[in-house]
């Protein structure tokens, strides 16, 4: 089973600051399987990042994923008060074993 | 507008069994694989099981197999989670997610809000 380590565990910033959020694998992510979620307290998860780059649906331009093998990294260009909130990376390729993250909080400094 | 509704999380004992049931909307269902996963509160997301769009294929996480059986009616656009034998750490939010792709990427676009399982005596 492929396990993901994300840093820093908790990542305080100010609005209109860069973040910029650590997944590591503890084997190679095949073909860039690897996605990214965004958690607010109380709601269900979104999907922001699949394929390590690539954004979702509706998904604003100030996200972006990058990354291959075992390291990835999502970039939120300027924190905008709607993202302070938690990120998970997920990888899929190993599924049907797919794993998640233990996530990153990104709080307001 | 893509809808998923969780129902039937309720307080069971140890050892129990219960059935989740997730009704979905705005999308053609038969199309796509669907999945659970769940969050044990406060903490962090387990993928817990999926099923192929016509139901003849289903995975389960290590943890949860041959305790767990999904299941989907495409006649009803329902998602089922048959859970048995289950265990205080069965606790948590239960979400049913529609995957991303029709041919099955087994990433989660949308998600229902969840449905709360409580394992206690």
């Known amino acids: 089973e492929i396990v993901l380590t994300q840093s820093p565990g908790t990542l305080s910033l100010s609005p209109g600051e860069r973040a910029t959020l650590s997944c590591r694998a503890s084997?190679?992510?095949?073909?860039?399987?690897l996605a990214w979620y965004q958690q607010k307290p109380g709601q269900a998860p979104r999907l922001l990042v699949y394929?390590?780059?690539s954004r979702a649906t509706g998904i604003p331009d100030r996200f972006s994923g990058s990354g291959s093998g075992t390291d990835f990294t999502l970039t939120i260009s300027r924190l905008e008060p709607e993202d302070f909130a938690v990120y998970y990376c997920?990888?899929?390729?190993?599924?049907?074993?797919?794993?998640f993250g233990p996530g990153t909080k990104v709080d307001i400094k | 507008e893509v809808q998923l509704v969780e129902s039937g999380g309720v307080v069971v004992q140890p050892g129990g069994s219960l059935r989740l049931s997730c009704a979905a909307s705005g999308f053609s269902f038969d199309d796509y694989t669907m999945h659970w996963v769940r969050q044990v509160p406060g903490k962090g997301l387990e993928w817990v099981s999926l099923i192929s769009w016509d139901g003849d294929t289903t995975y389960y996480s290590d943890s949860m197999k041959g305790r767990f059986t999904i299941s989907r009616d495409n006649s009803k656009n329902s998602l089922y989670l048959q859970m048995t034998s289950l265990r205080t750490e069965d606790t948590a939010f239960y979400y049913c997610a529609k995957d991303r792709a029709s041919n099955g990427e087994w990433t989660f676009e949308y998600w229902g809000q969840g449905t709360l399982v409580t394992v206690s005596s």
């Open positions: 084997q190679s992510v095949r073909s860039r399987f």
């Open positions: 394929g390590a780059s």
């Open positions: 997920q990888q899929y390729g190993s599924a049907p074993r797919i794993t």
